[in-house]
């Protein structure tokens, strides 16, 4: 008998069905994954399971676990099962996890609801826990709340929560999509662990991650089971069209396809920019130290690397939203000096950036009409409304979608549809450098295609520049023609695209790719690259700030800062790159 038994579950919003006739089983110490885009059905699937519809959604059909009857059970009963027999890992803990209790009261509740434990018993299981998915000096992490954690802690405090009962099934949605790769393969490599003794149903648009960590896979779409199957086969041999669309959207590190060597004059320069903040008392921290690039006319720079490397603290210092502590940035011959307030309004045009969460930059009063023709009102006052009008739908076109999204609010948009109008918002003017901030991480994968097949068509047209942070290395390989590694506010590497993929010359650029899940079920899998969590930037280990994680580290890694240098095509910051040899087949 399986696990778990669903069997003609229909959820329904009013008269619409977003989960329409879904059947599917998991075994004991199966994984299967459950995939699709955005609306296709996946999250309300698993609320579903669990009891936790919102009260607005009529659901029928049949859930069974462990033979017992879970869809129209009272709370009494589902409170039995949650936690304790089934866990789920939530897609943002930050909003899972409740921001008012210390992370060990949180998890303490768990062991004394379900009686699973008492006296010291309860603060040493939560320890072993916390120590198990990998959290470092877990007893101090009992005293911290979640806003006092990385993205990547609080997403391991969110699996030790649901592991901390040993339920039988754990239900992953969406566990690592807004983590860096590194980080990712930490936890994924923790649900590998756990298979032995527990089941896995794993909800994700991420085909890579299916390939390497599901035996079978179910594809929904518009809330329907299109496709289902052992991972191999509907990877070799989809049965539906939609399947195969997935699967062409799927970006590849193995890609050959890359765009050529930019060969435009130079738009925007940047030299030694340093960017702090301030910390406690009269410390500062220092995000970003003596980083320099030069931005060509119609290239495409990606900015890689884990959080708090200093990324975004860059580009916003760059378009004056902080202040530049050091280091000077010059935009067509002239100096970008100040905040962006004290800036001419043709730069404020000509630079335009794409927030990393669209929800929060999106104002939730306005339509989506007035959010996306805001700026023309400012930089083009003498349009016409008409003409306004046509402009702002012309470009929501242009990032998929129709004039139907035209009156609806942001919070009546999905993550994905959010992050689209706040692409379009920065394109309707027509900018010369787009500065994209996880432009098009929470987008579904045909969808995340579509729209970087329409900025390279843009970039090809109209000679557009573009600086583009991502974690997604494969995303990565397929826009960009250089790539700039950041490491704890510094440069580690700048290299052009082929040549940092296939002969990357600092080892955190290595453990970097190594991270990127490949979609291929019969790849070697590679244990993740790097442990643990990125050191303080309060109190930076000596000499290369790299060298506790590294592999190929000596004794003058701790010892002496490198200086970034050129090493055949490339710019690194490492004391062995000429040294090691760091190609490695996929």
Same mark, same amino acid.
């Given at each position: 008998?399986?696990?778990?038994?669903?069997?003609?579950?229909?959820?329904?919003?009013?008269?619409?069905?977003?989960?329409?006739?879904?059947?599917?089983?998991?075994?004991?110490?199966?994984?299967?994954? +459950?995939?699709?885009?955005?609306?296709?059905?996946?999250?309300?699937?698993?609320?579903?399971?669990?009891?936790?519809?919102?009260?607005?959604?009529?659901?029928?059909?049949? $859930?069974?676990?462990?033979?017992?009857?879970?869809?129209?059970?009272?709370?009494?009963?589902?409170?039995?099962?949650?936690?304790?027999?089934?866990?789920?890992?939530?897609?943002?803990?930050?909003?899972?996890?409740?921001?008012?209790?210390?992370?060990?009261?949180?998890?303490? *509740?768990?062991?004394?609801?379900?009686?699973?434990?008492?006296? /010291?018993?309860?603060?040493?299981?939560?320890?072993?826990?916390?120590?198990?998915?990998?959290?470092s000096d877990a007893e101090r992490q009992l005293r911290v709340f979640p806003h006092?954690?990385?993205?990547?802690?609080?997403?391991?405090?969110?699996?030790?929560?649901?592991?901390?009962?040993?339920?039988?099934?754990?239900?992953?949605?969406?566990?690592?999509?807004?983590? %860096?790769?590194?980080?990712?393969?930490?936890?994924?490599?923790?649900?590998?662990?756990?298979?032995?003794?527990?089941?896995?149903?794993?909800?994700?648009?991420? +085909?890579?991650?299916?390939?390497?960590?599901?035996?079978?896979?179910?594809?929904?779409?518009?809330?329907?089971?299109?496709?289902?199957?052992?991972?191999?086969?509907?990877?070799?041999?989809?049965?539906?069209?939609?399947?195969?669309?997935?699967? *062409?959207?799927?970006?590849?590190?193995?890609?050959?396809?890359?765009?050529?060597?930019?060969?435009?004059?130079?738009?925007?320069?940047?030299?030694?920019?340093?960017?702090?903040?301030?910390?406690?008392?009269?410390?500062?921290?220092?995000?970003?130290?003596?980083?320099?690039?030069?931005?060509?006319?119609?290239?495409?720079?990606?900015?890689?690397?884990?959080?708090?490397?200093?990324?975004?603290?860059?580009?916003?210092?760059?378009?004056?939203?902080?202040?530049?502590?050091?280091?000077?940035?010059?935009?067509?011959?002239?100096?970008?000096?100040?905040?962006?307030?004290?800036?001419?309004?043709?730069?404020?045009? %000509?630079?335009?950036?794409?927030?990393? %969460?669209?929800?929060?930059?999106?104002?939730?009063?306005?339509?989506?009409?007035?959010?996306?023709?805001?700026?023309?009102?400012?930089?083009?006052?003498?349009?016409?409304?008409?003409?306004?009008?046509?402009?702002?739908?012309?470009?929501?076109?242009?990032?998929?979608?129709?004039?139907?999204?035209?009156?609806?609010? /942001?919070?009546?948009?999905?993550?994905?549809?959010?992050?689209?109008?706040?692409?379009?918002?920065?394109?309707? +003017?027509?900018?010369?450098?787009?500065?994209? %901030?996880?432009?098009?991480?929470?987008?579904?994968?045909?969808?995340? *295609?579509?729209?970087?097949?329409?900025?390279?068509?843009?970039?090809?047209?109209?000679?557009?520049?573009?600086?583009?942070?991502?974690?997604?290395?494969?995303?990565?390989?397929?826009?960009?023609?250089?790539?700039?590694?950041?490491?704890?506010?510094?440069?580690?590497?700048?290299?052009?695209?082929?040549?940092?993929?296939?002969?990357?010359?600092? !080892?955190?650029?290595?453990?970097?790719?190594?991270?990127?899940?490949?979609?291929? !079920?019969?790849?070697?899998?590679?244990?993740?690259? +790097?442990?643990?969590?990125?050191?303080?930037?309060?109190?930076?280990?000596?000499?290369?700030?790299?060298?506790?994680?590294c592999a190929h580290a000596v004794e003058l890694c701790a010892a002496s800062l490198?200086?970034?240098?050129? $090493?055949?095509?490339?710019?690194?910051?490492?004391?062995?790159?000429? *040294?090691?040899?760091?190609?490695?087949?996929?």
């Amino acid at each position: 008998m399986s696990l778990l038994d669903v069997r003609g579950l229909t959820v329904k919003y009013g008269d619409m069905p977003v989960v329409d006739d879904v059947s599917f089983t998991v075994s004991r110490g199966e994984s299967v994954g +459950l995939v699709g885009e955005s609306g296709s059905g996946k999250s309300q699937t698993a609320l579903a399971v669990l009891g936790l519809l919102s009260r607005q959604a009529s659901a029928s059909g049949s $859930i069974c676990f462990a033979g017992q009857q879970l869809l129209g059970a009272s709370e009494e009963v589902l409170n039995t099962i949650r936690a304790r027999r089934i866990g789920i890992v939530f897609q943002d803990p930050m909003q899972a996890l409740n921001p008012y209790l210390r992370i060990g009261r949180q998890l303490r *509740e768990i062991l004394v609801r379900h009686k699973l434990a008492e006296g /010291p018993a309860v603060k040493a299981r939560i320890i072993a826990m916390l120590e198990r998915v990998g959290l470092s000096d877990a007893e101090r992490q009992l005293r911290v709340f979640p806003h006092e954690l990385s993205g990547g802690m609080r997403q391991r405090v969110m699996l030790a929560s649901a592991l901390l009962a040993e339920p039988d099934l754990l239900i992953a949605d969406e566990p690592t999509t807004a983590l %860096d790769v590194t980080v990712q393969a930490q936890i994924l490599e923790l649900l590998e662990d756990i298979r032995d003794e527990t089941a896995l149903l794993l909800i994700t648009h991420d +085909l890579g991650i299916v390939a390497g960590h599901c035996e079978r896979m179910l594809v929904l779409q518009s809330g329907r089971v299109v496709d289902a199957g052992a991972t191999t086969s509907l990877f070799s041999s989809p049965g539906h069209e939609h399947t195969r669309v997935l699967l *062409e959207a799927a970006p590849r590190i193995d890609n050959e396809d890359i765009p050529p060597p930019a060969t435009g004059a130079s738009i925007l320069g940047v030299e030694a920019a340093a960017v702090s903040y301030k910390a406690f008392g009269s410390e500062r921290l220092q995000a970003v130290r003596d980083v320099s690039l030069s931005l060509r006319s119609g290239e495409t720079i990606a900015i890689v690397g884990e959080s708090g490397s200093g990324k975004s603290s860059f580009v916003r210092a760059l378009l004056g939203l902080i202040p530049m502590d050091a280091g000077r940035a010059v935009y067509a011959g002239a100096p970008l000096d100040g905040l962006v307030e004290q800036r001419a309004l043709s730069q404020r045009r %000509d630079l335009q950036l794409v927030f990393q %969460d669209p929800l929060s930059a999106l104002n939730p009063q306005m339509r989506v009409q007035a959010i996306v023709e805001e700026s023309l009102l400012v930089h083009e006052p003498a349009l016409t409304g008409s003409e306004r009008a046509a402009r702002v739908i012309e470009t929501l076109e242009q990032v998929g979608l129709s004039d139907a999204y035209l009156r609806r609010y /942001p919070h009546e948009l999905s993550g994905g549809q959010a992050q689209r109008v706040a692409i379009a918002r920065a394109l309707v +003017l027509g900018p010369k450098v787009l500065i994209c %901030d996880e432009a098009v991480a929470a987008l579904d994968g045909s969808v995340r *295609e579509r729209v970087l097949a329409r900025l390279r068509t843009i970039q090809e047209r109209t000679g557009l520049s573009m600086l583009f942070i991502s974690h997604d290395l494969a995303v990565v390989r397929s826009i960009s023609h250089r790539v700039l590694v950041m490491y704890m506010g510094r440069l580690v590497e700048l290299a052009d695209n082929a040549t940092l993929f296939l002969q990357p010359r600092h !080892p955190y650029t290595r453990a970097l790719i190594d991270a990127v899940p490949t979609p291929n !079920p019969v790849a070697p899998s590679i244990k993740a690259p +790097l442990q643990g969590e990125v050191p303080s930037l309060l109190n930076p280990p000596s000499g290369c700030v790299f060298h506790p994680r590294c592999a190929h580290a000596v004794e003058l890694c701790a010892a002496s800062l490198p200086r970034a240098r050129d $090493i055949e095509g490339a710019r690194v910051a490492c004391h062995r790159a000429d *040294e090691i040899d760091l190609r490695r087949a996929r």
